[in-house]
């Protein structure tokens, strides 16, 4: 019967696609539209994140892999201090190279599935709900969480009050499964819409909310689908701190999406309009952080024919875009130089007083100093 009801649904949507207004959208009781000035936003915002995407792109693979790690460790550090118990940062380094099978496990693996190109994001209901089970739904089961309600889709009765893991805790959203279905089946197809990537994103992120479709960890699942979208348009550095970015303009996020949710309609324009702000303020910061640690780069740039340029060389890399340095392993990989030879020279590099060292879990990790 649900299926019967997502096919009819999904085919009025998709009638719905054919008549949309490229320049505007109306849904149950809100609507947006573009006006001059958020095209002129939107146009310099494009540009700034074209130019931070293709000076990314020409960087050497390791230093982007390296670099793209760090932003998905900051990122899950954050999840894991919003949602469930802190960890520090260094334990989730940890559980990420040692692969702990563990309740944080799922969290995890499915960022690493984003850098290893494995994740697309969701277009319908179904495709959202395998993301569901995938990574929340096996979390809560793995960490023993209360009130796990099983469910065929979405939630079949109201949210619980102060739900924290849900970004606005005393909004309800919306009150039937069929209700529900219908709106996520509308916001997941503004992906494919013809909007520009930051009005999809704001507009993914406000009708999400509005739905609430889960009991739980609404809020994640939204910032991870938005981030599987991006990292899928190749934006991936956008992708890797989209949730640091929203952190760190949570308050006002707050405000504003509670103001226009109690009202229960609206003009989004304005909402749209400052979350186009804070993707420019989150844009700059990656493009001043880019240009200095490719400047770092360029100073430690050399020939790199023999062995020890090329370890010195790695191990500059692994200075300027990691946190805790690189370990034998990672070196021998990308030197293609022998264990035994990297040891000669992390010996000599100790004994000279160059080279840090910490050791996190079973093995070491080495950087310049």
Same mark, same amino acid.
């Given at each position: 019967m649900v299926s019967k009801l997502?096919?009819?649904i999904e085919e009025g949507l998709e009638k719905r696609k054919q008549l949309e207004n490229p320049l505007g959208i109306t849904y149950r009781d809100f609507r947006f539209s573009y006006s001059l000035d958020y095209l002129g936003k939107v146009f310099n915002l494009l540009s700034e994140l074209c130019s931070l995407q293709n000076s990314f792109d020409e960087m050497d693979s390791f230093a982007k892999n390296c670099f793209l790690r760090e932003n998905a460790i900051d990122e899950l550090e954050l999840i894991?201090?919003?949602?469930f118990i802190p960890l520090k940062r260094e334990s989730v380094f940890a559980s990420w190279i040692y692969e702990k099978e563990d309740s944080n496990a799922y969290f995890i693996e499915a960022y690493k599935q984003l850098l290893e190109g494995k994740r697309k994001a969701p277009r319908n209901v179904q495709e959202l709900n395998r993301v569901y089970e995938e990574v929340v739904f096996k979390r809560n089961v793995a960490f023993h969480r209360k009130n796990i309600k099983r469910f065929h889709l979405f939630r079949t009765d109201a949210l619980s009050l102060n739900e924290t893991t849900n970004f606005l805790p005393d909004y309800l959203g919306s009150s039937s499964e069929a209700e529900i279905i219908q709106e996520i089946s509308f916001t997941l197809q503004l992906l494919d819409s013809s909007f520009d990537v930051f009005t999809k994103m704001s507009l993914v992120f406000f009708f999400f909310l509005y739905s609430m479709p889960y009991y739980n960890e609404n809020f994640f699942l939204c910032k991870y689908v938005l981030s599987t979208y991006l990292f899928e348009k190749n934006?991936?550095?956008?992708?890797?701190?989209? *949730?640091?970015?929203i952190e760190r303009n949570k308050q006002e996020l707050e405000t504003r999406l509670s103001k226009i949710l109690k009202e229960g309609h609206g003009d989004l324009s304005d909402f749209v309009s400052f979350c186009a702000d804070f993707f420019?303020? *989150?844009i700059s910061s990656l493009s001043f952080e880019l240009a200095k640690k490719k400047y770092a780069c360029l100073k430690n740039s050399q020939p790199k024919e023999k062995n020890d340029e090329k370890l010195k060389y790695?191990?500059?890399? *692994?200075?300027i875009f990691t946190s805790y340095g690189l370990n034998i392993f990672e070196?021998?990989?990308?030197t293609k130089i022998s264990i035994p030879t990297i040891n000669r020279y992390l010996k000599k590099m100790r004994e000279g007083g160059c080279l840090n060292q910490k050791r996190i879990g079973k093995r070491e990790f080495f950087s310049l100093k």
């Amino acid at each position: 019967m649900v299926s019967k009801l997502t096919n009819q649904i999904e085919e009025g949507l998709e009638k719905r696609k054919q008549l949309e207004n490229p320049l505007g959208i109306t849904y149950r009781d809100f609507r947006f539209s573009y006006s001059l000035d958020y095209l002129g936003k939107v146009f310099n915002l494009l540009s700034e994140l074209c130019s931070l995407q293709n000076s990314f792109d020409e960087m050497d693979s390791f230093a982007k892999n390296c670099f793209l790690r760090e932003n998905a460790i900051d990122e899950l550090e954050l999840i894991f201090r919003e949602h469930f118990i802190p960890l520090k940062r260094e334990s989730v380094f940890a559980s990420w190279i040692y692969e702990k099978e563990d309740s944080n496990a799922y969290f995890i693996e499915a960022y690493k599935q984003l850098l290893e190109g494995k994740r697309k994001a969701p277009r319908n209901v179904q495709e959202l709900n395998r993301v569901y089970e995938e990574v929340v739904f096996k979390r809560n089961v793995a960490f023993h969480r209360k009130n796990i309600k099983r469910f065929h889709l979405f939630r079949t009765d109201a949210l619980s009050l102060n739900e924290t893991t849900n970004f606005l805790p005393d909004y309800l959203g919306s009150s039937s499964e069929a209700e529900i279905i219908q709106e996520i089946s509308f916001t997941l197809q503004l992906l494919d819409s013809s909007f520009d990537v930051f009005t999809k994103m704001s507009l993914v992120f406000f009708f999400f909310l509005y739905s609430m479709p889960y009991y739980n960890e609404n809020f994640f699942l939204c910032k991870y689908v938005l981030s599987t979208y991006l990292f899928e348009k190749n934006y991936s550095l956008l992708a890797l701190t989209l *949730g640091q970015l929203i952190e760190r303009n949570k308050q006002e996020l707050e405000t504003r999406l509670s103001k226009i949710l109690k009202e229960g309609h609206g003009d989004l324009s304005d909402f749209v309009s400052f979350c186009a702000d804070f993707f420019h303020d *989150g844009i700059s910061s990656l493009s001043f952080e880019l240009a200095k640690k490719k400047y770092a780069c360029l100073k430690n740039s050399q020939p790199k024919e023999k062995n020890d340029e090329k370890l010195k060389y790695c191990l500059s890399l *692994g200075s300027i875009f990691t946190s805790y340095g690189l370990n034998i392993f990672e070196i021998e990989e990308e030197t293609k130089i022998s264990i035994p030879t990297i040891n000669r020279y992390l010996k000599k590099m100790r004994e000279g007083g160059c080279l840090n060292q910490k050791r996190i879990g079973k093995r070491e990790f080495f950087s310049l100093k």
